[in-house]
């Protein structure tokens, strides 16, 4: 790891601390940023009840609840300890973790990898992230999305005087490929690829499981749908550590909506992601970067599968 980064819960401070040297400044400051964790723990329960089909109705049933305190919690007012409870066991939701996500007391520990970069652009009211990934040796290079402004991005790849010969696509959410022909412009029209489960025009297709190399990098992929119909999770190798690019698949503390399929996104987000090794980091489309081991303890939507 490259410096230390000391950090406050993301709602007491949006201000860090880092003790690095001179020679890791410029590699670790922009880990050092603070980007908001994605949802809420009302967006947890709301994107649940949506996936699961549970009516207003159905959850006040099935908690015993008055209708207000559901209504408020579901605007985000933390009114009821005892309440959320009865709300995570009805939609099969971890209690511990959903109280954790309700408090604001959880925000994934800070990282950084030689040959990892995170790029966090603002799309409407909300923000994304692109991935740049190197070999450090050989400085070969490939980049996960492009978010919607890629300018940092390319400008970063440059002044490491980084070899882009890949861009890979998560998904083809416009948020997520927003900047990919300007992108493509100014690295000299690297090659472009999709999961041939969501193709996009004038890129190479591949199958889950097909592999790719980054220089002496090895990646591999997983088709993790249910966000969209050929979600891909891009398994690195080679580096510090694992790395897992998720798209929109997984966040920290909660996962993304179950656009094509909730049960399947659910499903493979358990199956394929959380089945890989705990010190995984996961980079995600939304919200800061994770790790297996974290997201097994804190999201609410999979910590109770592992205790």
Not at 119 to 143: K, Q
Not at 208 to 237: C, N, Q, R
Request: aromatic letters at 10%.
């Amino acid at each position: 790891m490259h410096g230390q980064c000391k950090y406050l819960p993301y709602d007491a401070s949006l201000s860090f601390f880092c003790d690095q040297n001179k020679k890791n400044h410029k590699l670790t400051l922009n880990f050092c940023t603070m980007i908001p964790i994605e949802d809420m723990f009302e967006d947890i329960i709301v994107k649940t009840m949506r996936g699961r089909g549970v009516t207003e109705s159905e959850l006040a049933s099935r908690t015993g609840e008055p209708r207000d305190v559901l209504a408020r919690l579901c605007r985000g007012e933390f009114c009821d300890e005892g309440a959320l409870p009865k709300v995570a066991r009805a939609l099969n939701l971890d209690e511990e973790a959903l109280t954790i996500a309700a408090s604001k007391s959880w925000y994934p520990r800070m990282v950084t990898i030689e040959g990892l970069e995170i790029f966090n652009t603002p799309y409407r009211d909300m923000r994304v992230n692109a991935f740049l990934i190197w070999d450090p040796d050989s400085g070969e290079a490939a980049c996960f999305d492009t978010g919607t402004d890629a300018g940092a991005l390319t400008k970063r790849a440059r002044q490491e005087n980084l070899n882009v010969k890949q861009i890979f696509l998560t998904h083809t959410h416009n948020d997520h490929i927003a900047d990919l022909n300007r992108l493509k412009s100014d690295l000299d029209n690297p090659e472009v690829f999709s999961n041939e489960a969501e193709p996009w025009p004038s890129t190479t297709l591949f199958k889950e499981g097909d592999a790719f190399s980054i220089g002496k990098l090895k990646v591999t992929t997983l088709t993790t749908s249910g966000h969209s119909p050929g979600g891909t999770t891009y398994y690195i190798t080679g580096l510090q550590g694992p790395v897992a690019v998720v798209g929109d698949a997984i966040f920290a503390g909660s996962m993304g909506g179950g656009i094509v399929s909730f049960a399947d996104a659910w499903e493979n987000n358990l199956k394929k992601i959380l089945s890989l090794p705990d010190e995984t980091i996961l980079c995600p489309g939304h919200g800061p970067m994770s790790s297996v081991g974290e997201e097994k303890k804190y999201n609410p939507f999979f910590a109770n599968q592992f205790k």
